[in-house]
């Protein structure tokens, strides 16, 4: 109380100096979980046939089995390639074939931290395997919802259907791999699937009284069986059940393109059939495996996921390749960024509104009720310092911000200014007895500091196990309780100390005298 400039002065820049640490703070839209789980996208060269790529499964699976421990690994479970008539427009996956699939690992419920094996998996398999493409997706529900379906956080879509957006796409993938913390970074699509294109030569075929469709339902037939075109069933008399007839070339028929070219290819109103080699020519080509829209726009999708970084920060980075892309797109490309990232700006963008807004609300609340524009202010003084004492804790706890910090934030201001409240009003009531705003505020400090500390002990030591994150799925609040107990230990602080000061300091004039009715009120209080 001797030294009040000395000590507005220190406060003023130890609370620059904290603000000053928020940029390094980081920020991620939820903390990551361990589920004990995780699921790792395998996928070969297009083309490769089902078989090919079990084995390279099995090869995949015994690197697992290496590098996780025997007695920590509960399943390991393969899903290869697509089950027929899957529908993919009720379903985002990554697996469009026979060359690719998902490696869904779950660990024993004790077991090693799961990203130190994901982190270790990622090295050692792109490694061992440099013709085959790997990238993790969430297993936990947690973030599969947070993703709101998306196999990864950031989500960069180039949408249009200019033929230039496949190397508008590869360059960003390229890009934004380069990016600190940026993982797993690859197009969704799968681009260069082996296709082989049946040019049919329809003045030829007309001569002969065949038309493309009857050429092209006749190879259908063959490949890929009757029920493409003609679904046929038969019903067993003996139990009532209709079973698919389906009729089609058996595959190791067909090994080449010649024995493809001696498909027969026939038609009702024709006598011979004719050879498909006589009627068409066949071309190797490639083709997309699988076209996605969004709003009707054909879209290219590259994922990208973190690692040992924040969120905030690699979309940061990714924002600035976009912006220099951004000039280089034809005439109807765009690009937008969906995914976690997305909800993520939407979410801390309300929650700093709601945070300043309810800082705002609170002050002109306080001053309805004490009819003051100068005590209120003193009041909501103490919330500089439970912001820096948040941004202190995440800092030395190495948390990101998020929403549960951000609700951490929220809870904090709330008993900051409730006890802020308590000093200045008893301090109020000390200057209506007579006594000077110095005396009036070394009274309160002294006063209150029962109450005060009773309070934010209370709440401190009730977020306690929450801000160690112990138990399943405790990483997901941890942030919330330490920034409720960073917040209270500096705001409890500036309420005892700082307060004070700044209430000596602001009330110059001398204390009115009570009248008689108030001078009875305070005797009897």
């Not at 924002?319 to 220099?324: G, Q, S």
Request: charge should be negative; include cysteine; proline fraction near 7%.
């Amino acid at each position: 109380m001797d030294y009040r400039l000395v000590v507005c002065a220190v406060f003023i820049v130890f609370c620059a100096v904290s603000f000053a640490l928020f940029p390094f703070l980081g920020r991620d839209f939820f903390p990551s979980v361990d589920a004990g789980q995780f699921s790792l996208h395998v996928r070969a060269s297009a083309g490769t046939r089902l078989e090919e790529t079990a084995l390279r499964f099995s090869q995949v699976e015994d690197v697992i089995r290496e590098t996780i421990p025997s007695e920590e690994l509960k399943t390991v479970l393969d899903n290869i390639g697509l089950p027929p008539f899957l529908n993919l427009a009720f379903g985002n996956t990554a697996t469009v074939g026979p060359a690719d699939g998902d490696i869904l690992v779950s660990l024993q419920p004790k077991h090693g931290p799961t990203d130190k094996y994901v982190e270790e998996l990622r090295d050692k398999l792109t490694a061992r395997f440099p013709d085959l493409i790997f990238f993790f997706q969430p297993a936990d529900i947690v973030t599969q919802v947070l993703n709101f379906g998306l196999p990864a956080p950031i989500d960069i879509q180039v949408v249009g259907s200019n033929p230039k957006n496949q190397e508008i796409a590869r360059e960003i993938q390229t890009r934004v791999a380069a990016i600190p913390g940026a993982i797993d970074v690859h197009i969704s699509q799968v681009l260069n699937v082996p296709e082989l294109f049946v040019n049919v030569d329809r003045t030829r075929a007309q001569q002969v009284g065949l038309t493309q469709r009857e050429v092209a339902s006749d190879m259908l037939v063959s490949l890929s069986s009757s029920a493409q075109t003609s679904p046929n069933f038969w019903l067993d008399p003996s139990n009532g059940v209709s079973y698919p007839v389906q009729v089609m070339t058996p595959q190791y028929k067909i090994p080449s393109i010649d024995a493809l070219g001696r498909t027969p290819v026939t038609s009702p109103g024709v006598r011979r059939p004719q050879l498909l080699s006589n009627l068409a020519t066949v071309d190797r080509t490639t083709s997309a495996g699988v076209i996605s829209h969004y709003n009707v726009q054909p879209t290219l999708d590259i994922m990208a996921s973190v690692q040992n970084r924040d969120l905030a920060g690699v979309a940061g980075d990714v924002d600035k390749i976009l912006a220099d892309v951004q000039s280089k797109l034809p005439r109807g490309t765009a690009i937008t960024v969906r995914g976690q990232v997305e909800t993520m700006r939407a979410s801390f963008s309300g929650l700093s509104i709601g945070l300043i807004f309810a800082a705002i609300l609170v002050y002109l609340l306080i001053v309805v009720n004490f009819q003051s524009w100068l005590d209120p202010f003193i009041i909501v003084v103490a919330l500089p310092g439970a912001i820096s004492g948040i941004i202190w804790m995440l800092f030395v706890m190495q948390t990101t911000v998020s929403v549960p910090a951000m609700m951490g934030a929220i809870m904090t201001v709330g008993v900051a200014v409730a006890n802020s409240i308590l000093l200045i009003t008893f301090a109020s009531d000390q200057r209506l007895s007579g006594k000077s705003a110095l005396e009036a505020a070394f009274e309160a400090g002294q006063t209150r500091l029962r109450p005060v500390l009773m309070t934010a002990t209370a709440m401190i030591i009730g977020m306690l196990p929450m801000s160690l994150g112990l138990g399943e799925g405790g990483e997901q609040n941890a942030p919330l309780g330490r920034a409720v107990i960073g917040g209270l230990l500096l705001a409890t602080f500036c309420t005892l100390f700082f307060v004070p000061v700044l209430y000596s300091l602001l009330h110059r004039k001398p204390p009115r005298t009570p009248s008689p009715e108030e001078a009875e009120l305070l005797t009897k209080n």
